[in-house]
């Protein structure tokens, strides 16, 4: 049965927004110089027949989402068609009720349906699933702010019973054996009801990035902008440093490890994080590289607080044990954590946390977020480079979920500029001061954007229905 607060959507205008990168940016064997952002608005209709629109935005990270050998415009390409044919399939989608229980019944129905076909009609290789939920991301979120919009609530105070008509057991299942129910059980149960204002931001060192002067090529920018690492720790006050690892060179893995680490020793940065880049097949060679970086740098080791997806994507496809891993450290899942199922599948072999993104839907980071916190592990908000207003939802999470330490948070490094025009209204959001993030200036109904205030001027929409 129903609620009186349900919505179906009547419609969806997409844009496009390209942004350059200021630096190059390194995804696993390929490097970054451009994105296109998807911006989508929706329409959705109430129950008593009021109106409201909401908006989601995801940049396409190809590199990310579809590593392959072929032609990176090639995949470009695709992942916009496939938006330009979701537009149409949501703006006609018949289901309704609660963002929540229309975006679970999208992706577990629309979703595969429509990625099946368009990999049928292409030749060569097929989309992957991620990419798919990538393309997806922006309506789904654009859906729950639409949601709020229309009832004139911050949707984050709309995940509770009193607006759900299906509780978490019609969502998620429990581990065999573990003494968990999600009978009567709502996400607003698993999400922080007094959200802090501020949280840690996490700055991203990639593989490609200057860290001493000898490594600068003479090709870098004089924007203004920070270009050494130490310049960015100074200027932001940052205490949380990710990064970015080869996975596939141990030697060079540990000298950037110590390399880094001993510049955060120098500058008061608190806390480090290794991302091994998908790269890495043996649990062996992170163990060895943990253990001499305990025995050589207990310092650097302690002030590492987490190891990130070394393992390859296809979780299923590559089901390693990586108990020894997740001994020495918290192991987070992160582009393998396409869902709840493939949570509960990481946790069985070994894995302690999860790294939502919005850009996997707010739906379904959502169910993976209560599924895991109902298990017993911990979470972290990834980005992927979030500029403009796919940041907010983004953030919105970190400040909700209550990961380990605040929020991954690195556009600013990339395409400062691309979210000028958002900077005014949300100050505190698109630059680090003290190393933290200031959410304070979201406001309002939906994901709180107050989109009205900000003064961007939109390209011709792609397609309209």
């Given at each position: 049965?129903?609620?009186?607060?349900?919505?179906?959507?009547?419609?969806?205008?997409?844009?496009?927004?390209?942004?350059?990168?200021?630096?190059?940016?390194?995804?696993?064997?390929?490097?970054?110089?451009?994105?296109?952002?998807?911006?989508?608005?929706?329409?959705?209709?109430?129950?008593?027949?009021?109106?409201?629109?909401?908006?989601?935005?995801?940049?396409?990270?190809?590199?990310?989402?579809?590593?392959?050998?072929?032609?990176?415009?090639?995949?470009?390409?695709?992942?916009?068609?496939?938006?330009?044919?979701?537009?149409?399939?949501?703006?006609?989608?018949?289901?309704?009720?609660?963002?929540?229980?229309?975006?679970?019944?999208?992706?577990?129905?629309?979703?595969?349906?429509?990625?099946?076909?368009?990999?049928?009609?292409?030749?060569?290789?097929?989309?992957?699933?991620?990419?798919?939920?990538?393309?997806?991301?922006?309506?789904?979120?654009?859906?729950?702010?639409?949601?709020?919009?229309?009832?004139?609530?911050?949707?984050?105070?709309?995940?509770?019973?009193?607006?759900?008509?299906?509780?978490?057991?019609?969502?998620?299942?429990?581990?065999?054996?573990?003494?968990?129910?999600?009978?009567?059980?709502?996400?607003?149960?698993?999400?922080?009801?007094?959200?802090?204002?501020?949280?840690?931001?996490?700055?991203?060192?990639?593989?490609?990035?200057?860290?001493?002067?000898?490594?600068?090529?003479?090709?870098?920018?004089?924007?203004?902008?920070?270009?050494?690492?130490?310049?960015?720790?100074?200027?932001?006050?940052?205490?949380?440093?990710?990064?970015?690892?080869?996975?596939?060179?141990?030697?060079?893995?540990?000298?950037?490890?110590?390399?880094?680490?001993?510049?955060?020793?120098?500058?008061?940065?608190?806390?480090?994080?290794?991302d091994f880049n998908?790269?890495?097949?043996?649990?062996?060679?992170?163990?060895?590289?943990?253990?001499?970086?305990?025995?050589?740098?207990?310092?650097?080791?302690?002030?590492?607080?987490?190891?990130?997806?070394?393992?390859?994507?296809?979780?299923?496809?590559?089901?390693?044990?990586?108990?020894s891993v997740s001994?020495?450290?918290?192991?987070?899942?992160?582009?393998?954590?396409?869902?709840?199922?493939?949570?509960?599948?990481?946790?069985?072999?070994?894995?302690?946390?999860?790294?939502?993104?919005?850009?996997?839907?707010?739906?379904?980071?959502?169910?993976?977020?209560?599924?895991?916190?109902?298990?017993?592990?911990?979470?972290?908000?990834?980005?992927?480079?979030?500029?403009?207003?796919?940041?907010?939802?983004?953030?919105?999470?970190?400040?909700?979920?209550?990961?380990?330490?605040?929020?991954?948070?690195?556009?600013?490094?990339?395409?400062?500029?691309?979210?000028?025009?958002?900077?005014?209204?949300?100050?505190?959001?698109?630059?680090?001061?003290?190393?933290?993030?200031?959410l304070s200036s979201?406001?309002?109904?939906?994901?709180?954007?107050?989109?009205?205030?900000?003064?961007?001027?939109?390209?011709?929409?792609?397609?309209?229905?």
């Amino acid at each position: 049965m129903g609620m009186p607060t349900d919505i179906r959507c009547t419609g969806a205008t997409l844009y496009y927004l390209p942004v350059e990168t200021r630096m190059p940016l390194k995804f696993g064997i390929e490097t970054v110089t451009a994105v296109t952002c998807a911006r989508v608005m929706i329409s959705v209709e109430g129950a008593s027949g009021r109106r409201a629109t909401g908006w989601g935005e995801t940049p396409l990270s190809v590199t990310w989402v579809w590593p392959g050998s072929l032609p990176y415009e090639e995949r470009h390409l695709a992942m916009k068609h496939f938006c330009e044919l979701l537009a149409g399939v949501w703006s006609a989608f018949e289901g309704s009720g609660h963002p929540l229980e229309l975006g679970h019944e999208f992706i577990e129905g629309e979703l595969p349906i429509l990625l099946r076909k368009f990999n049928d009609e292409r030749e060569g290789e097929a989309m992957p699933w991620l990419a798919a939920l990538v393309c997806c991301s922006l309506f789904d979120i654009a859906v729950h702010d639409a949601y709020g919009n229309l009832h004139g609530q911050s949707v984050y105070e709309m995940y509770s019973a009193e607006f759900l008509s299906r509780d978490l057991s019609q969502f998620i299942e429990p581990a065999p054996h573990a003494e968990v129910s999600f009978a009567d059980r709502y996400p607003a149960d698993f999400l922080t009801s007094n959200p802090p204002s501020r949280i840690p931001a996490w700055h991203l060192v990639g593989g490609l990035d200057p860290v001493s002067e000898d490594e600068l090529t003479g090709e870098e920018p004089e924007d203004g902008y920070p270009v050494l690492l130490e310049d960015w720790i100074v200027r932001d006050g940052l205490k949380c440093l990710k990064i970015k690892l080869r996975g596939n060179d141990a030697a060079w893995d540990y000298a950037r490890t110590v390399k880094i680490g001993a510049l955060a020793v120098k500058h008061g940065v608190d806390w480090l994080t290794a991302d091994f880049n998908c790269t890495v097949t043996d649990p062996t060679y992170v163990d060895e590289i943990l253990d001499r970086l305990c025995h050589d740098h207990p310092r650097l080791y302690g002030m590492l607080l987490y190891v990130e997806q070394p393992f390859p994507y296809e979780l299923e496809e590559n089901r390693i044990d990586v108990h020894s891993v997740s001994a020495r450290k918290p192991l987070f899942l992160d582009e393998s954590a396409h869902d709840w199922k493939l949570v509960r599948l990481g946790r069985e072999l070994g894995w302690t946390g999860v790294a939502l993104k919005t850009c996997k839907t707010q739906t379904g980071a959502l169910l993976s977020c209560c599924w895991a916190k109902a298990h017993g592990m911990t979470l972290m908000v990834q980005d992927l480079t979030n500029p403009m207003l796919a940041q907010v939802p983004h953030v919105l999470l970190g400040a909700r979920a209550g990961t380990i330490m605040g929020v991954e948070t690195n556009a600013m490094q990339f395409y400062p500029e691309a979210s000028a025009a958002e900077e005014q209204v949300h100050p505190g959001l698109y630059r680090r001061r003290k190393g933290v993030l200031d959410l304070s200036s979201i406001k309002g109904s939906g994901f709180g954007y107050r989109l009205h205030e900000i003064e961007r001027v939109l390209p011709a929409p792609v397609v309209s229905y």
